[in-house]
């Protein structure tokens, strides 16, 4: 079968980077012959000139709708795999698939489609106004995004997507990481036909070499949704226990640390294994609702390792399935 992958990255690597980079292995692995269409942030991700180009391409990218026709002539797919459209693909690129005939499958990796920010959070609480009220006037009037510009930019490119159509006129199946995201698409009122959950894959090994470690892991980015300070005030009451962080700051971080709180930056894959066989248990203490995190579930010996949520998350469906002692 011929695949066509198309995704926008994020200009970090993140865990729906790792995700995408698994599943065109996996296509591959399993025969198929995989052409891959991706655009990137990456060295302009915060400038003038990329914020001012990507608030234009997310409503309707000529070049990107260019070069999928092409693709479309010379490869002839028989199937197009959709990830992440913003800010510089655009969810124009899917009127011309369709109309070629060719399938559409979408993995949702986030709440995006339904949500401008794509988290559900608002000042550090779940929010699902802009769902509730089918309008993403909410995004702008409290400035989620902490950026007016950028607010009004989030919530425009969600209303001209969801005006048009252009993913319930044009994407044939989707598919969702967790039951509660498919639920929220069927109450935003996308078809429960076309949906379908299907977790992240995971590697399995059936001997992990796994040795309880001495500090507490937390991974993935540093920032508010995330609730990595939530950690650092808990190693603050704990100044016995070691606490370690895995991930990249997308924030201004205390300089005045707790001395048991040791910063280990962006990890590649060798080092998060080794630094998930290490620790005692991994705590996630997200704010927002999070989904099936990748970037530790895809190494082995997580399927022993105990898993500490904050009680909030609205189901460890996918933690109780694949891993250790799950605590929220």
């Known amino acids: 079968m011929k695949i066509l992958l198309i995704h926008n990255n994020y200009g970090i690597y993140t865990g729906e980077e790792a995700v995408v980079d698994q599943q065109i292995n996996l296509f591959q692995g399993m ?8 655009k990137t942030t990456e060295g302009v991700r ?12 997310a409503f309707y990218s000529f070049s990107s709708i260019r070069d999928i026709k092409r693709i479309l002539k010379n490869n002839k797919p028989d199937i197009v795999v959709v990830h992440n459209l913003y800010p510089y693909i655009s969810p124009a690129v899917l009127n011309p698939i369709k109309q070629a005939g060719v399938p559409i499958v979408m993995t949702v990796h986030n709440f995006r489609l339904i949500c401008p920010t794509g988290l ?19 995004c702008i009037h409290y400035n989620c995004e902490h950026s007016r510009l950028k607010s009004i930019g989030y919530a425009a490119r969600n209303w001209y997507a969801r005006k048009t159509k252009a993913y319930l006129n ?26 379908t959950v299907v977790p992240n894959s995971i590697p399995f090994s059936s001997d992990p070499n ?3 470690g001495d500090y507490v892991a937390y991974i993935g980015r ?9 950690l650092i005030e808990a190693a603050e009451k704990n100044p016995e226990i070691p606490f370690y962080f895995a991930g990249t700051k997308r924030e201004a971080i205390a300089t005045n640390l707790p001395q048991n709180v040791r ?66």
């Open 31 to 38: 025969g198929h012959q995989v052409s891959v269409y991706r």
């Open 46 to 57: 915060g400038t003038l000139w990329g914020n001012v180009k990507g608030f234009f391409t």
């Open 120 to 138: 559900f959070m608002r000042d550090g609480k779940p929010c699902e106004l802009c769902l509730k009220k089918g309008s993403e006037w909410s």
């Open 170 to 195: 044009n994407v044939d199946k989707y598919v969702c990481i967790t039951g509660f995201q498919k639920q929220k698409l069927i109450e935003a009122g996308f078809d429960e036909k076309k949906i």
């Open 210 to 212: 796994y040795m309880p």
């Open 222 to 230: 540093l920032s508010y949704e995330k609730g990595y300070d939530l």
């Open 263 to 328: 910063l280990m930056g962006h990890l590649n894959k060798e080092q998060l294994a080794e630094f998930i066989q290490k620790s005692r248990f991994i705590v996630i203490p997200s704010r927002c609702y999070e989904g099936f995190r990748f970037p530790f579930f895809a190494n082995p010996g997580i399927q022993f390792m105990p898993i500490c949520f904050r009680n909030q998350q609205p189901s460890p469906s996918p933690v109780d399935k694949v891993c250790g002692p799950v605590l929220a």
